[in-house]
């Protein structure tokens, strides 16, 4: 699977952004789905999550009532829509996927080992 971020870019605190990640070679019904963040000299950061069928999604506890995930298995494609951006969401923004039923519950999804594929960062800059 080769997935293809984009969508970032340099926007002000309070304004909104939208991410996309497409995926080529295998369908997207096969795998959950995630974003994950890295900003410089940290640690990835699970953002968000959409399971395999569609009918569930987690956040991160820093992004709920902001951002939304959502996919699309028709267009293999995941979204992430972030809403009243602040500073500290700048980051490089990666969406990874997972096989369906390798993670049964919340508290895995945040592990990037359990991912199988990656794609390039989309910077995401947000100016205060």
């Known amino acids: 699977v080769q997935l293809q971020a984009s969508g970032g870019g340099l926007v002000q605190a309070g304004d909104s952004l939208g991410l996309s990640c497409a995926a080529s070679g295998r369908t997207l019904s096969s795998y959950d789905m995630a974003w994950f963040r890295q900003a410089p000299g940290k640690e990835r950061d699970f953002v968000a999550v959409?399971?395999?069928?569609?009918?569930?999604?987690y956040l991160a506890d820093s992004v709920k009532g902001r951002f939304t995930i959502s996919r699309d298995n028709a267009k293999n494609t995941v979204y992430l829509q972030m809403n009243s951006l602040k500073p500290e969401d700048t980051a490089d923004y990666y969406c990874?996927?997972?096989?369906?039923?390798?993670?049964?519950?919340?508290?895995?999804?945040?592990?990037?080992?359990?991912?199988?594929?990656w794609g390039q960062g989309t910077l995401v800059t947000v100016s205060s």
């Open positions: 959409a399971r395999w069928s569609g009918d569930n999604a």
């Open positions: 990874a996927a997972m096989p369906r039923s390798r993670c049964s519950g919340y508290g895995c999804y945040g592990n990037t080992r359990l991912y199988d594929y």
